[in-house]
């Protein structure tokens, strides 16, 4: 589910732990509680988490077959059309030679691949974001450090401030705390 | 006529061609619907300005080529020439081919020619102790003189002027000699054959010249007779020597060449039997050879197996071909030889068939050979007042021991006229600029004596006059050079002057003139020769330079950088050895030494020189120029300081001190041993090339591209190729090849888009040499163009290796990939800054390349552009010989056939199919346009 | 912790992103219409002459023949400029005064020739051949356009290499009787297809005329 | 908690490089000299473009030197870095991290390096974009048959690559060195740089698949890289570079030499910024090892060449063969003989490995080999091929020895820039592969 505009207050609930697998554990209990719209945060990748958020989502990998199959087009195809645009007799090649034209065939399929994905990745994950109401939360900046977090946003359907509040604090963490509302960038 | 049958006419002639219709017919049709007309257009040039003419000439077209028959003047010889004029340039020289002596070949000195007229270190102005003036002054002078003169009867005039064969200025100087008595006429010639003078005198007891009929030879044994190599009579010498050549490749008769020689020379190299000898050997030998000939038992005692084998298989070769045997003596071996050379040549009753005879063709100095021992003699008796020079530089160009910078400080009035400010010049109280003979009217005799009408190819640069009009001038008379000329024949011609002038200027040559034929007998015995002299030391060598001659041609950049047939060396001479003699002494190729005879010495680099006689070294005249400004200036040593008036080409008692340092040569092929390898090839008379054939089948990955017609192809023939250069020069005047100097031909960035490879291979002191030319092989499957990434190196229909020099970018990954490295880079701009002569002798149809840039040889595709166009206009195809390589043109041995391989009558298809045909490197596998004929080894060997 | 950013940072910062991928695109844009354009083809564009002589007066209306001045263009490569003989052959009998013909009358006296600026110039590395052209039928106003109504001279065409080679790779079109070549004004040609459609194709046949090898190099690089 | 414990101090010790960096005084001498070198290097290229190429020692037949063998042998040390991430990243060989992000961008300024050379070496240099497709007035396009196409091709591709693997690398450590950083400045700047990345789980789960997948592309792309450049040689009928071995013989070349500066700066770092407990003795060892085996396989390539032209028996390549052996430039094959594989031997043993000093001199004997094998291939096969008549010599003049130092400068000043910086460690990775592993050592 996605995660509702900042400009909503409030915003949703935030809350800290100090180990990964409180975390883990912390999201499957949402979860198992019928929470759905929420998300977790950690200064590395969790093995479980993906599977814990229940995200199954293949979109990078396609996109970096597209690319893929596109390059290798784009390259072949080039090399098709320039030689066919101005025909020029080299060293006793034939005019279209499949065996070199091979090489920058490969070349363009890799920077297109590799391209996609990226590019893909840093689209579907809405970055750049250099402003997210997540960032104010206290401690919010050990998130890259040695903090793992929690949120649940207001849009989730049995989002109702004081319960979520109560199950939040029922994972022990250290603390949980309101996410402020900020406006959302155009 | 109405659309509807003009559209049929159309259909009819289009329809009427299988493919390839008889296209006349329908021109005709055409010419017959629509009446052949008219258009206009716009000039297409690179230049902003463009300047009409304000009084056109007439048929002139705008960028139209024209052609003049004259001659360039070579050591007194006329060299006939057409020269090829753009727009009113003259842009390049080609042998006459109406003209017998040349038929239409050239040599390298001739090529370089055009050079010379352009030269921007030409003298410009009169100068009076250095410092110009106005021609004026030195007319006022002259007037003085005259009077003077005119009361002194001419006492103490000395005009000394170079080998003369101009009518005009002969009759001139006899006028002169009749207006004042007491003057006197020398001649100064540092590299003519004096000693043949002599023999002659000794022999008929006058002056004849030789007039050696190779191809009528079946045997030529050459005693030190380098007649293949550099020199006026090289043109004619090889052309007849190609033709023995292709008579024996062809079976039509036999022809061998057997050289002895203590230094290796083009002719040695051609010989199908080189024999190492020292000079005294050689005359040795000649000896023996005569006397084996009179009592038919050779004296073989004192001779090496080596020699005593070659004698004894030259004089049953002479012996067997009789009348059709000729023996020949270098120019440069004492007279006593020459003259015991010719009595062979008689007693084989060859004189009037190999070897014939006819007037001197240069007209000798009242004092012969002697000519500039006596003037010495006279200004040291105090008897020379006044010494005019004209056309000649005796400060530099004479003996050591004549030492004539001192000598003409003594005399009182000293005028010298030249083309360049040389030494003489600079000792001379005036100093006036010549005309360049290419801007001049004027007459000379080619070497067989028929008259060559000099007409200038374009208007003299420079305020400079010609020779004979300055003569004129000091008689008292203004006229143009051409009115003198018109004179000297309308005397001569009478009525038919009109005629006979018209013709003698369509075709470079007046009809007729040609020296008369002597058959003349030798008088007297045979004067006993000095027996070879215990070789006390080493004995010297002196030979005229192959590149720069006696010096004539060292400020000519081309003929500097053109590299000596052997050694290789550019801008430059060294003193060659053989190994044994730097294996004895410990020398190394580049080592400095001191040479000396006598009182005279010179330091040089020595060069090892496989095949090198190890009693002897050898030096070239034409260097240690000394006079300022000159290109040659500080290059090489001056061999003349090592000569004597007396004997001037060998001298013994040789002295030779390492100097201890080490100087760099300039050289284009460090590396000349072939190392087991089969670039040249040689065959047996009448077998194949080993592999020779198979080059094509080779396979390829790929392919095979159908063989386009007209399709171009080379074949250079290595049995007939003397490496002569001729090809290289002319290669640099047609398609503008840059000249990069000393330093960087050290650093190996020559330019030549040809280059003639020299090879020894076998035993190092005896080896057999090979030439080999090496322009690009336009190969079918170019590697080069696989490398280019910007398709600059790429492939034309008819078979070209195209260069597109305005699309490199320099990556050189051609030149990398290229197994013959022919191709060449531009390193620095070197075009940018040449002066404004050189660029209007550049050839418009040839691109001037920028820096950063590739070039190499493009089969002069600018030629066959030129036919492509001429053909199409007429509709029709390019014809075999319509399209000729500016290598192929210059070449007298026409060892380099080019043309159409796609049509099997073509010169070059039949030279494919010959046997003989091979391809250099055919295991890089890249199937090269340009193949090659195998050398043919000499017939003696296989009966035995 | 507190936010580092705005809101509107972001907002800036896509704006800027989007600025900078504009800009990219103008940059290409601007480039490759520079390239075609008539600052760096010089057509349309006069060039200052000695003389202002209009080809419209003497060729449009006095309709003087092409030829009479630039003569050598039937046999040359080069079609030639006229000499100031050429010139005089007219003017020394009308507009005899002119102060315009001044330089003219001047470069007869000094014999110096008229520096004439060129229009239809070639860089020094194509080689460009005016017989072989008019031989097959490729009439003046292809090049030169309407010359007849240039009072002052001017470039009509961009001399680049892919106009040159529109032509070498498809003659036809552009081939027209040869006698008329100096014709300026084919309008009614393509007006009648029935007659004049296959010309073009009949005569590349007659003439041999292989597109493929005109567009080789060496056609027009040496 | 023992592991937050850590997770602290690992992210205090990487990130407070950036923020407050220990030696300044040693940076600015190493910086100052770097920015020397980049004058040289402006000095030697203004000068070429001025005069042309004929400044350097080229010649026919020699008409490539050292811009070229330089071009191979920095090509090659950027070989390791995208090598080392991407394939140990794949075969999931945790050990990588504590590497990774220096050797990447050690790769990238390498790259830059190589891609300039053949640039400089044009004949005009101003044309260098001729080699890219473009439309154009002329309606030509480069000639893709040509090996120099497909390296263009390669280099730019490679270079793009490297980059954004590197970028996407190093955005969340970004983001700790922004949440550490102190003055508005830095956590602008930083800020910018990391995206705004915020650790959530849903852009991890994406960036691990990108990550994974470039990763899994990289190799491939690497090996192609250079085996493309050994065509540039191979692809000519040169003796010498004609052979099927060149493509495996350079790309294990190249691994070899990048090892070799990766090791040599692993060992700088890990002593100029005390960061013993995450660059190892353990992650050296496996460096040493992974060195000795690529230069094992290097020596094969060598062994095989001699092989290759013994049983081809062809009189030219066993010329070219003996050149190597005695020819004018046997001290660039004994050279790279030697420096390649004697001293390498020493990593036979462990103590050896353990001695990071040993290993700095061993890696830097094996960069000057491989700088003499690339120049000895380059040699060797030119100044003497096919015909005896155009053999030559070549001598680099002092301009090329002048835009070598210049080269140099090039690498060095971005890469001290990069360490002052950037975080030169991934440390988010270390810790991740801590908490899987749970021995740093190990990790």
């Not at chain 2, 049953?316 to 059709?324: D, F, N």
């Not at chain 3, 106003?141 to 001017?154: I, Q």
């Amino acid at each position: 589910m996605r995660e509702p505009s900042a400009d909503r207050q409030p915003f949703g609930l935030m809350a800290e732990f100090c180990a990964p697998e409180q975390l883990v554990h912390a999201v499957r209990r949402s979860r198992e509680a019928g929470y759905r719209s929420l998300d977790a945060y950690s200064p590395y990748p969790l093995e479980e988490m993906p599977q814990a958020l229940g995200m199954n989502g293949n979109a990078v990998p396609w996109l970096c077959l597209a690319g893929g199959v596109l390059g290798a087009a784009t390259g072949y195809g080039l090399q098709l059309f320039t030689n066919d645009a101005y025909p020029i007799a080299t060293g006793g090649r034939p005019l279209f030679a499949w065996q070199p034209f091979m090489l920058i065939t490969f070349e363009l399929m890799v920077l297109f691949a590799v391209g996609f994905t990226i590019a893909g990745m840093l689209v579907l994950n809405h970055l750049p974001r250099l402003h997210h109401p997540v960032f104010a939360v206290t401690d919010f900046h050990r998130a890259s450090a040695d903090r793992f977090f929690l949120a649940i946003f207001c849009n989730d359907p049995r989002f109702e401030i004081t319960q979520t509040a109560a199950f939040l604090q029922s994972l022990e963490p250290l603390r949980v705390e309101a996410i402020q509302s900020t406006e959302e960038p155009e | 006529m109405t659309a509807d049958r003009q559209r049929e006419r159309w259909e009819r002639a289009a329809a009427g061609r299988p493919g390839g219709v008889d296209r006349r017919t329908v021109l005709k049709a055409m010419a017959a619907s629509l009446a052949l007309a008219g258009l206009s257009g716009c000039g297409a040039q690179a230049d902003e300005k463009a300047l009409p003419y304000v009084r056109e000439p007439e048929g002139f077209t705008d960028g139209g080529i024209r052609w003049y028959a004259t001659a360039a003047v070579f050591q007194g010889y006329a060299q006939p020439v057409l020269g090829k004029t753009v727009s009113g340039r003259p842009i390049k020289l080609e042998g006459n081919p109406d003209h017998p002596v040349c038929g239409g070949a050239t040599d390298a000195f001739t090529q370089a020619a055009l050079l010379g007229l352009y030269d921007p270190a030409r003298s410009q102005a009169p100068r009076r102790e250095g410092r110009p003036v106005a021609w004026s002054l030195f007319e006022r002078f002259a007037d003085d003189l005259a009077v003077r003169l005119d009361q002194e009867k001419g006492r103490g005039l000395r005009l000394l002027t170079g080998p003369l064969s101009s009518t005009t200025m002969l009759a001139q100087i006899a006028a002169m000699m009749r207006r004042w008595p007491q003057a006197r006429w020398h001649v100064s010639d540092p590299a003519g054959p004096a000693e043949w003078r002599r023999a002659s005198r000794q022999l008929f007891g006058r002056v004849l010249d030789r007039q050696p009929a190779f191809d009528k030879a079946e045997v030529v044994v050459s005693f030190d007779g380098d007649f293949l190599g550099p020199g006026p009579r090289q043109t004619p010498n090889a052309r007849k020597f190609a033709e023995a050549r292709r008579r024996r490749q062809a079976g039509k008769g036999r022809f061998r060449l057997l050289a002895a020689e203590p230094v290796p020379s083009a002719t040695g190299v051609a010989a199908d039997g080189r024999l190492v000898a020292s000079p005294g050997r050689i005359g040795r030998l000649l000896t023996a050879l005569a006397e084996g000939l009179e009592s038919g038992t050779l004296p073989v005692a004192g001779l090496s197996r080596r020699q005593s084998d070659w004698l004894c298989d030259a004089l049953t070769a002479l012996k067997a071909a009789g009348p059709r045997g000729l023996v020949i003596a270098g120019d440069y071996l004492p007279a006593d030889l020459q003259a015991l050379a010719m009595r062979v040549n008689h007693r084989l009753g060859s004189f009037g068939e190999t070897m014939r005879f006819s007037e001197p063709v240069l007209t000798a100095p009242p004092d012969g050979e002697e000519s500039l021992s006596v003037l010495v003699r006279d200004i040291d008796a105090g008897a020379v007042s006044t010494l005019m020079v004209v056309g000649a530089n005796p400060v530099y160009a004479a003996p050591g021991d004549l030492d004539l910078a001192r000598r003409l400080k003594t005399v009182a009035t000293t005028i010298h006229a030249g083309t360049h400010r040389d030494e003489t010049a600079a000792l001379c109280q005036w100093h006036l600029p010549l005309q360049h003979d290419l801007e001049s009217w004027g007459d000379a005799r080619a070497v067989e004596g028929s008259v060559s009408i000099l007409q200038p190819l374009v208007r003299p640069f420079y305020d400079v006059r010609a020779a004979a009009v300055l003569l004129a001038g000091l008689m008292g008379r203004n006229v143009s050079d051409r009115t003198l000329v018109e004179e000297t024949w309308r005397e001569r011609w009478g009525a038919d002057f009109p005629g006979r002038w018209q013709q003698a200027l369509l075709e470079g040559r007046a009809a007729d003139t040609a020296a008369p034929a002597v058959l003349p007998t030798p008088v007297g015995a045979a004067p006993a020769i000095v027996p070879e002299t215990a070789a006390e030391g080493l004995t010297l060598v002196i030979r005229p330079d192959a590149g720069v001659w006696d010096g004539c041609l060292s400020d000519n950049a081309w003929a500097q950088e053109t590299p000596r047939p052997l050694s290789k060396v550019t801008w430059g001479n060294v003193i060659g050895i053989g190994p044994g003699l730097a294996l004895e002494r410990g020398l190394e190729t580049g080592d400095v030494v001191t040479v000396s005879v006598g009182r005279a010495s010179l330091a040089g680099p020595v060069r090892i020189t496989p095949g090198h006689d190890d009693g002897v070294v050898s030096v070239t005249l034409g260097y240690g120029r000394r006079h300022e400004g000159g290109l040659a200036e500080g290059l090489g040593h001056d061999a003349y300081a090592l000569q004597e008036s007396t004997d001037r080409w060998q001298r013994g008692g040789l002295r030779l001190e390492p100097a201890g340092r080490r100087e760099a040569i300039a050289t284009t092929q460090p590396h000349q041993a072939m190392d087991g390898f089969d670039f040249v090839r040689t065959v047996l008379p009448g077998s194949a090339a080993p592999d020779g054939k198979h080059a094509e089948e080779n396979a390829s990955f790929y392919p095979k591209a159908p063989v386009q017609d007209p399709s171009w192809g080379m074949v250079i023939d290595l049995d007939l190729c003397i490496g002569c250069n001729a090809c290289v020069t002319a290669c640099q005047a047609e398609n503008n090849v840059p000249v990069v100097g000393k330093d960087l031909i050290v650093e190996g960035r020559e330019m030549h888009w040809l280059r003639i490879d020299h090879y020894h291979d076998g035993d190092i002191a005896d080896p057999k040499h090979h030439f080999q030319p090496v322009p690009c092989m336009h190969c079918e499957d170019a590697p080069c163009e696989m490398g280019c990434p910007v398709n600059a190196a790429v492939h034309s229909a008819d078979g070209l290796n195209l260069q597109v020099y305005n699309r490199c970018i320099g990556t050189r990954t051609c030149s990398s990939y290229c197994p013959y490295k022919v191709r060449r880079f531009n390193w620095f701009d070197f075009t940018g800054n040449d002066p404004e002569t050189i660029r209007a002798m550049r050839n418009p149809d040839v691109t001037v390349r920028s820096r950063g840039v590739m070039e190499k040889c493009t089969y002069c595709v600018q030629r066959i552009a030129e036919a492509r166009i001429a053909a199409d206009r007429q509709g029709r195809d390019i014809q075999e010989g319509e399209v000729v390589a500016a290598c192929q043109q210059a070449c007298p041995t026409t060892a380099i056939v080019f043309g159409n391989i796609a049509d099997n009558a073509s010169a070059v298809s039949k030279g494919k199919a010959d046997p003989r045909n091979y391809t250099l490197l055919a295991e890089a596998n890249t199937r090269p346009r340009t193949t090659y004929l195998a050398r043919i080894s000499d017939p003696g060997e296989e009966k035995g | 912790m507190a936010q580092i950013f705005t809101a509107s940072a972001d907002t800036r910062l896509r704006a800027a992103a989007l600025l900078a991928v504009v800009a990219v695109v103008m940059a290409l844009v601007v480039l490759g219409g520079y390239a075609d354009s008539s600052y760096a083809t010089l057509v349309g564009w006069v060039e200052h002459q000695p003389v202002p002589f209009s080809h419209q007066h003497h060729a449009g209306d006095l309709g003087i023949d092409c030829r009479y001045c630039h003569a050598s263009a039937e046999t040359g490569a080069h079609a030639g400029l006229p000499s100031t003989f050429t010139c005089m052959t007219c003017h020394s009998q009308i507009w005899t005064g002119a102060p315009m013909l001044a330089p003219v009358r001047a470069s007869l006296a000094s014999g110096k020739p008229l520096q004439w600026q060129r229009v239809a110039r070639l860089p020094d590395y194509v080689y460009f051949d005016h017989s072989i052209h008019l031989s097959r039928g490729v009439p003046c106003v292809t090049c030169h356009g309407r010359v007849d109504r240039m009072p002052l001279m001017s470039r009509s065409q961009p001399f680049q290499m892919q106009w040159c080679l529109d032509c070498h790779r498809n003659p036809a079109p552009h081939l027209r009787p040869p006698a008329e070549i100096t014709r300026m004004d084919w309008s009614n040609w393509d007006e009648e297809p029935g007659i004049h459609a296959v010309y073009g194709e009949l005569m590349t046949k007659v003439y041999g005329i292989e597109p493929t090898k005109l567009t080789q190099c060496n056609i027009c690089h040496r | 908690m023992s592991e937050t414990a850590s997770d602290t101090r690992i992210t205090a010790e990487i990130t407070r490089i950036p923020l407050h960096y220990p030696h300044m005084r040693n940076w600015w001498l190493l910086f100052g000299f770097s920015l020397v070198l980049l004058g040289c290097f402006f000095v030697a290229a203004g000068a070429l473009f001025l005069n042309g190429v004929g400044m350097w020692g080229n010649n026919i037949p020699v008409n490539w030197g050292l811009a070229i063998s330089n071009y191979v042998w920095f090509l090659g040390i950027g070989h390791a870095g995208t090598l080392i991430s991407a394939l140990l990243l794949i075969t999931n060989a945790r050990w990588r991290n504590s590497l990774n992000r220096f050797a990447e961008a050690m790769t990238l300024f390498a790259v830059v390096c190589a891609g300039l050379y053949p640039i400089l070496h044009l004949g005009r240099p101003w044309l260098f974009y001729w080699m890219a497709p473009y439309p154009n007035t002329m309606t030509l396009y480069p000639q893709f048959k040509s090996p120099l196409s497909w390296d263009f091709f390669a280099v730019l591709t490679y270079l793009t690559v490297s980059l954004l693997f590197w970028y996407i690398g190093i955005v969340p450590d970004l983001a700790s060195v922004r949440d550490r950083a102190k003055t508005r400045r830095a956590q602008v700047l930083y800020g910018l740089a990391a995206l705004g990345w915020r650790g959530s789980a849903r852009h991890w789960a994406r960036w691990q698949q990108a990550y994974r997948l470039t990763a899994a592309i990289a190799v491939p792309l690497v090996v192609s890289v250079h085996s493309e450049i050994s065509l540039l040689f191979a692809a000519g009928p040169i003796p010498g570079w004609t052979s099927t071995v060149f493509p495996p013989y350079f790309v294990m070349g190249a691994a070899f030499s990048g090892f070799a500066v990766v090791l040599m700066i692993a060992v700088t770092l890990r002593h100029a910024l005390s960061l013993r407990d995450i660059v190892t003795e353990r992650h050296l060892d496996l460096l040493a090892r992974f060195l000795l085996t690529t230069g094992l396989m290097t020596a094969y390539g060598y062994v095989y060449e001699v092989f290759d032209a013994l049983y081809g028996g062809q009189k030219q390549d066993l010329a070219t063969l003996h050149d190597r052996f005695t020819g004018l430039y046997a001290y660039s094959y004994w050279g790279a003989v030697i420096f390649n594989f004697v001293p390498l031997q020493l990593l036979w043993f462990r103590g050896i490995r353990a001695r990071p000093a040993v290993l700095f001199l061993i890696a830097t004997s094996v960069v000057v080999g491989m700088w003499y094998e690339r120049y000895m291939l380059l040699m060797t096969a030119l100044y003497r091929d096919y015909l005896v008549s155009s053999w030559g010599e070549y001598h680099a003049s002092l301009w090329e020895w002048l835009l070598f130092a210049g080269m140099i400068g090039v690498f060095l000043a971005p890469f001290l820039l990069f360490v002052r910086f950037l975080p030169v460690i991934s440390a988010f990775e270390v810790k991740e592969a801590l908490r899987e592993t749970g021995d740093l050592s190990h990790a």
